[in-house]
């Protein structure tokens, strides 16, 4: 099961993300590398094709996101590197898991903020863009303020590795 294979790099990547708020270009490579290495193993030429649609459709899943902000370029490059193991279908439904997961990190964070109280709350914040949607029909962006907790850094690997193991346990027969 070439799927597998990028356990490891994901894990690594969650923790190094953790710990400094980065993935190292070097894992990312080397990951990369190990991918479109099984692939051609496993499946010849077809398998380093599927590799390059994975990698590009990996890439291009968390590219939007990076350029607006959202997450970081390292997470970008992490989905890329991980569509080298599981194709281009696989790493769409993965990345699609990987951001539900990440939505619900993210409402816990903001939920956070109700229960501990020596962080600024985003509700307010929430609420006043929902209130001017609602009232003139157009969205208004209002950036968290410092120290709020939606404000802070979230290290998104830690969503892409629990997204495409949930894919990975999925994809396993019960039988």
């Given at each position: ?8 790099l994901?894990v ?5 993300d ?7 270009n ?14 051609g193993w496993?499946a ?19 590219l ?10 390292g ?22 898991i ?21 962080s600024?709350s ?5 609420s006043?863009?929902?209130r ?9 962006y209002?950036?968290?303020a ?12 830690v969503?892409i ?15």
């Amino acid at each position: 099961m070439i799927e597998i294979g990028f356990i490891p790099l994901v894990v690594f990547a969650a923790f190094t993300d953790i710990k400094s708020c980065r993935i190292p270009n070097a894992l990312i490579l080397a990951g990369a590398a190990v991918g479109f290495l099984l692939q051609g193993w496993a499946a010849g030429a077809g398998g380093v094709l599927a590799a390059t649609y994975g990698l590009l459709v990996g890439l291009a899943i968390l590219l939007p996101g990076y350029l607006m902000g959202f997450t970081g370029a390292g997470d970008a490059k992490l989905m890329a590197a991980i569509g080298t193991f599981l194709g281009p279908v696989g790493v769409l439904q993965a990345a699609l898991i990987s951001i539900f997961v990440g939505g619900i990190i993210a409402m816990g964070f903001a939920l956070s903020a109700l229960i501990l109280r020596h962080s600024i709350s985003p509700w307010e914040r929430y609420s006043l863009m929902m209130r001017t949607l609602v009232t003139t029909g157009r969205p208004l962006y209002i950036p968290p303020a410092k120290g709020e907790v939606m404000g802070k850094k979230f290290p998104f690997a830690v969503s892409i590795a629990l997204g495409t193991t949930t894919w990975i346990v999925w994809q396993w027969p019960l039988a």
